[in-house]
Every structure is written in C-alpha cells, then in structure tokens.
C-alpha cells in the first residue's frame, strides 16, 4: 500500500511544481508592470520647472494658438518660418515687436533681416496685428518656453510630427500590461519546464519500479500495480478503437466538405493589395478622420465613392510629400489618370444595395457591415454578404421611426396590430423584389 | 474496402473545395460568375481588360463577358462628363458657385446664405461639421483636432479676426480653401456648405 501512496504522492509533487512556476511567473510580471508605472511618474515629475511666469506664457498661449498657428509653428516652417529660439535672431527687440504689429512698415523701412525673411518666403504679407505691449511680451514669453520646452520632448520621442506618424506605432502598444511576444516565450518556457519535470517523473517511476522489482517479499497486489504495462499494440487493432478512427475521419472530412461548399461565392476575409499602401488604421483609427469626409457619397447615393485624389490634396499637398506611397497620388494627379483601386465589396449583380437607404435613413454605423475598419492595416471583407446575413439583420433591426413623417402612419397601424417594436421585416424588408427585380 | 474508396473519394472532394474561399489576395471561387458580373455600367466596378471573362463569354461583339467599359469614352470611364458650357443646378434650384477663388473679398462682402436659420438646419450643420472639418478643427473650433495638431496651421474660430468674418468669407473658405486649407467644394454640397456655415457661426460666437 505504501508503494500506491509513493505514485499518488508524486503526481502531487508534479501538480505543486507546476502551480508555484505559474504563479512565480505571474509575480514577476506585476512587479515589471509595477516598476513601469513607476519610471512614468518619475518622469512626469520630472518635466515640470518654474522658470516661466504661468501666467503670462498662458495668456500668450492663448493668443499664439488662436492667431499665430495659422501660419507659424515653434519648431517648423509652417506658412510663415519655425518660431524657435526667434528672439535670438533679432537684435531689436523693439523692432521685431513692430514688425508683429506691423511687418510691411519694418520692411519698407529697409531692416535688412525682415527683407531677407520676406524674399526668403515668396513676399507673403503677414498680416498687421493691433496687440498692446504687455500682450507682445505675453507672446514672445510663449514663444521662449515653447522653444525649451520642445526641446525636452522631443527626445523623448513625442512623435507627434506627421512624418513620423506611420512609423511611430510600435512604441505605442506596449503600454498595456505585458506584451504578446513575452507572453509566448513565457508559456513556451513553462510547456519546456513542465515536459522536463514528466520526463524526470517517468525517469524516477521507472528507476523505483526496476529497485521494487528486485525486492523480495512484496505482496501479489502491489506487484501488479508496478508490472502495469500499457499495451498500444492491442489497443490500436481493437474494433472500438477502429470504428472510433472512422466515425472521427468521416465527421471531420464532412464537416470541412460542407463549410468549403458556404464558402463558394463569398468573399468574406478577401484582402488585396491595393495599389497605394493606404491604411484605414492611421487615417479613421489614429487620426479620427470621419468616414464621411472622404466616401462623401455614401449618405445620398446607392455607392459610398473611392474617393478622388483631391480630397487626398486636401492635407497630402502639405503632408509626407516625400513618402513614395504619396508621390503615387501626384503622380495620378500630374497625368490626370485615376488611380485604380481594387474593389473588395463585390456584391452580385443579382442583388440590389443602396448605401444611402441604410446609412441615411436606417441610420445604421458604417461598422456595422464594414467592421473594425478604424483598426485595419489593410481592408478586408468583414461581412459574409450573403442572403442569409441581410435577412437576419432585416429581421432584428428595428426601423429608425424617430422624427421620419414617412413612417407615422406605418406605425400607428402596427400598434394596432400587436405591441412589438416594428421591425424592418414587417415593412417588406423581406420582399423579394425589394432586393432583387 | 469498398467503402474506403468512398471515404476517400469524399476526403478529396472536400479537400478540392477547401481552395475555393476568399483569403488575402484571392477573391474565391465565383458561383454562376455570370450573375455577379454587372451587364450595365456600374460604379467602382469598371473592368477594363477586353479578355476578362472570354472563356463563358456570350457577348456579339467577341468581347470577354466581364468587359464593361465604356468604349466611347477616354480611358474607358463610364460616366460622361458634362456637356461644355452646361451648369448643373441642384434641386433647390442652386447654381454653381462661381465667384474666383481670389475674389474672397468679393464674397464675404456680398455672398449671402440663401437658407434661413432653423434648428433643423443647425443641428445638421453640426453634424456636417463633425464629419467635414472637426477632425482638423476640433468639435468646439480650436484647431485642437487630432489631423489638425499635426497639419499645424489651423486658426480659432473664436478669437480675432477670425471671430468677425462674415458668413460670404466662411462659404468661401470652405468652397475654395484659404491658406493651407484645401478646397472642399467638390466633397460637400452647396447647400451644405451653408448648413456648416450655420455652426461655424455658432463656434464664433463660443
């Protein structure tokens, strides 16, 4: 009996084993999570000095942001040239305060920096400001601690500059909790550990087995238990091990055939290269850009429109004009030829679909049919676009009656008829000729 | 055995049939790819390769069954452009705006919003603003919006000069762009131009 104990008490070692690596491993991670968050408000602390009155750089905060962003930024040529440091580059300190005021007055009067500024930027007039003396400084306060205060976060790596937007994505994800690579190494070092410790374990059972065996005077049932041999051969030719093959093989190769066979004719997943390496991700994930501004079309007509390299021009005339990705579009818009994108949303032509009909007045999500496109790298078919799919949301969705005269009589008589929502199926949702005619 | 051969035989026909989904590159296998391919023109779904389709193709004139560009047109296209010297007007009776683009002057000056103001029509405007101009302007018109921090460039509506321009001046702006701003006027409507010139005005006053 003592021998059946020694077995039991093995496995429960391996089990004990197993639990304290888990939850050693589990440790490990809180206290890095831990450690991080930690470094994060040391650094914030960090960050903050006192050499500025608050006061007067957020009052010329307030004016610089509202006035003079649209043409300048602190630390790049935007219409007017980079802000920083600019006191620096003057050595009147009253003039370049006359020449915010009033630039063409300073330029007419022959100051040769200001003409030199002027030719530099085509003749661009900046237009005369009426500010007070105490709002002049307020601004050039701003301006001096926006210029050192750039400084320190940008090496950080703030990556707020468009031309590192696409590439500034990897230091992003890894904020939350652990990341998915370590987690892998972690589970494959614990499979390894946890194969080591069987492997030990059998090696021990077979080493007391062989040291048991040489023993006299051990019981007839003990000498069982050790003897216990698994026979393979046996088991595999037995009649219910065969059958049990057969059912499996037979289920699995019908089970696969008949999914195969929903799959002809569907495009769900379909992903093609398009031939400008646009990402949905950065323009509606990172930057929030409203479906709407560039498929202008989709809420008053049947298609949601590709749309045409101008609305691209809309910020791509300023924006990563380097990219070669971006010098695709100028040069469909130099040879006025379109640029010929790859339809991934192929409904049959025996079926009809009006975009407007369920944006406008079903009032329905772009997400909806389209999925997560805010996080797609690359666009791929999200919905199956079968039949089946349009009848069943037809059959679930509840009309969108709310301030629609259209339907104020449709749903004074379906009240009469019985007190449930009015679905899109009980106004002929499920017509057939609704759809295909 | 005869059964295996069965076993078999179905195997491989579910394992043919396995290829025939959509994944990356591949579209999948058309069931009566004669259904899906449009006869008539259709938008986004022009095909321009005169061979596409010849194998099952039934058409008089020898080309492949999918072919559906518009051979009368430049570069296929299937939509016509307007007849020269045409003007389109919209169903309000709008015509197209046409004061030049430097003539912003001009607009803010005499260009007047034909529609009158009513909630309807602000409570559209702000939602027209959110899909148009918040994502560089920002709800509240701050210039605070995700595209327009990084654009740079982008002033407050509520500060200024910008807080005085008349509604002309904004229809303008929008329609033909000013400074970095790109011209709008080919994405939205005329007569939603002025809806967002409703709340534009609304910002202004913030």
Known sequence: ?437 | MLKIKYIFLVGLFSAALIGCDAKGEDPGTEYAPQMYHSVAYEPLTQITDQSAGSWLSSREDGKGEFFNSNVNNPGGINMREPVANTVRRDAKGMLPYRVHKDSIDYAAEFIKNPLESTDEYLTEGKRLYQNFCSSCHGEKGDGQGKVGVVYKGVPKYNTGRISKVSEGHIFHTIFHGKGRMGAHGSQISQEDIWKIVFHVQELQKQ
Not at chain 1, 28 to 50: C, F, G, I, W
Not at chain 1, 188 to 211: D, M, N, R, T
Not at chain 1, 232 to 251: D, E, H, T, Y
Not at chain 1, 359 to 378: F, S, W
């Open chain 1, 1 to 437: 009996m003592s021998l059946k104990r020694l077995f039991i008490g093995l496995i429960r070692i391996q089990l004990v084993c197993c639990f304290l690596f888990l939850s050693s491993v589990q440790g490990s991670m809180l206290y890095a999570q831990d450690a991080e968050e930690q470094e994060e408000e040391s650094a914030e602390a960090e960050s903050s000095d006192s050499d500025y009155d608050e006061a007067v750089v957020n009052a010329g905060r307030s004016i610089f942001e509202g006035e003079c962003t649209v043409c300048h930024a602190i630390n790049e040529k935007v219409i007017g040239p980079a802000l920083k440091n600019v006191e620096s580059r003057w050595d009147d300190r009253d003039l370049l305060k006359q020449f915010i005021l009033n630039s063409q007055k300073v330029i007419q009067s022959g100051h040769e920096y200001s003409v030199k500024l002027y030719e530099q930027y085509d003749r661009t007039v900046m237009p005369s400001f009426d500010y007070n003396d105490e709002e002049l400084e307020s601004i050039l306060a701003y301006i001096d601690y926006a210029s050192n205060q750039k400084e320190q976060t940008a090496s950080s790596g703030g990556g707020a500059s468009a031309s590192e937007g696409g590439g500034g994505e990897g230091g992003g994800g890894s904020t939350a909790g652990v990341p998915s690579e370590y987690l892998t190494i972690i589970l494959v070092g614990l499979i390894i550990v946890l194969i080591l410790i069987l492997v030990v374990l059998l090696l021990i059972i077979s080493v007391l087995g062989k040291f048991l065996n040489n023993q006299d005077g051990i019981e007839s049932e003990d000498k069982e238990v050790i003897d216990q041999r698994f026979n393979i051969g046996s088991f595999v030719q037995s009649r219910a091990f065969i059958s049990l093959v057969i059912f499996l093989f037979v289920a699995i190769v019908t089970k696969t055939g008949i999914d195969a066979l929903y799959t002809v004719g569907i495009q769900q997943g379909y992903a093609p290269t398009q031939p400008i390496a646009f990402s949905h991700k950065l323009h509606a994930g990172e930057y929030e850009i409203e479906c709407q501004y560039c498929h202008t079309s989709v809420e008053k007509s049947k298609s949601a429109n590709i749309p045409s390299a101008n609305i691209c021009m809309n910020c791509h005339s300023e924006i990563k004009t380097d990219s070669p990705e971006i010098q695709k579009i100028y040069a469909a818009v130099e040879n006025e030829q379109p640029i010929e994108w790859v339809r991934i949303h192929n409904l049959p032509d025996l079926a009809y679909f009006n975009h407007a009909q369920h944006v406008t007045v079903g009032g329905l999500e772009c997400e909806t049919c389209h999925g997560d496109i805010a996080e797609m790298e690359v666009v791929y078919q999200y919905s199956s676009l079968t039949m089946g799919w349009c009848i069943e949301c037809h059959q679930e969705s509840e009309v969108n009656t709310k301030d629609n005269a259209y339907y104020d009589k449709l749903v004074e008589f379906h009240k009469k008829k019985g007190g449930e929502p009015m679905k899109v199926t009980d106004i002929g949702g499920l017509e057939c000729s609704k759809c295909h005619y």
